[in-house]
T-cell receptor, first 116, second 109 residues
Framework: GAVVSQHPSWVICKSGTSVKIECRSLDFQATTMFWYRQFPKQSLMLMATSNEGSKATYEQGVEKDKFLINHASLTLSTLTVTSAHPEDSSFYIC????????????FGSGTRLTVV | GQNIDQPTEMTATEGAIVQINCTYQTSGFNGLFWYQQHAGEAPTFLSYNVLDGLEEKGRFSSFLSRSKGYSYLLLKELQMKDSASYLC??????????FGQGTELSVKP
């Protein structure tokens, strides 16, 4: 089935630095990638929708200048957390849908970000 | 607005049957998904319903009633490894997958 590869799986960074998270769709083209954030014992909250070749659309309350999304190709989307703060520590997950094979949304393995 | 409700936690016994309910009110409806998520891992797909009725897949079944804005996930012959969080998610008319808060299921011997 469709696979989405997400890297890194975990990262620790200092406050004020930036962190880039990559998601690649393997064996299929993802024109749209979704980025979620999940705090402990909470559900997935949609942050933004990444569209290949155009600007991402952000959900209400998500700072677009802080969470930079780039969807440079049909198989790669990146999320950069800029000037990270401890409150940005969370589990970030991407998701894509392979329109050719079915209705299921495939998730990346997630990135555990800890800002110290 | 968009609202998806499911119980926060449930407990069941190994070998038993458990039903996890989900009610929703969303901007449009293009299907309902159930996912299983173990702590620290990404969600894994369990089922997808877009028409009313019951979909059965092995030990797991999922039911949908669009008129009532209601779905449930039925797990039979519970095993210890079924202890996880179960997420109900609705695909809205904007093509976005919106999640409920998840139900933490504990299976006890």
């Amino acid at each position: 089935g469709a696979v989405v590869s997400q890297h890194p799986s975990w990262v620790i960074c200092k406050s004020g630095t930036s962190v880039k998270i990559e998601c690649r769709s393997l064996d299929f083209q993802a024109t749209t990638m979704f980025w979620y954030r999940q705090f402990p014992k909470q559900s997935l909250m949609l942050m933004a929708t990444s569209n290949e070749g155009s600007k991402a659309t952000y959900e209400q309350g998500v700072e677009k200048d802080k969470f930079l999304i780039n969807h440079a190709s049909l198989t790669l989307s990146t999320l950069t957390v800029t000037s990270a703060h401890p409150e940005d520590s969370s589990f970030y997950i991407c998701s894509a849908r392979d329109l050719e094979t079915g209705s299921s949304y495939t998730f990346g393995s997630g990135t555990r970000l800890t800002v110290v | 607005g968009q609202n998806i409700d499911q119980p926060t936690e449930m407990t069941a016994t190994e070998g038993a049957i458990v039903q996890i309910n989900c009610t929703y009110q969303t901007s449009g409806f293009n299907g309902l998904f159930w996912y299983q998520q173990h702590a620290g891992e990404a969600p894994t797909f369990l089922s997808y319903n877009v028409l009313d009725g019951l979909e059965e897949k092995g030990r797991f079944s999922s039911f949908l009633s669009r008129s009532k804005g209601y779905s449930y996930l039925l797990l039979k012959e519970l095993q210890m490894k079924d202890s996880a969080s179960y997420l109900c998610a609705v695909l809205n008319q904007g093509g976005k997958l919106i999640f409920g808060q998840g139900t933490e299921l504990s299976v006890k011997p």
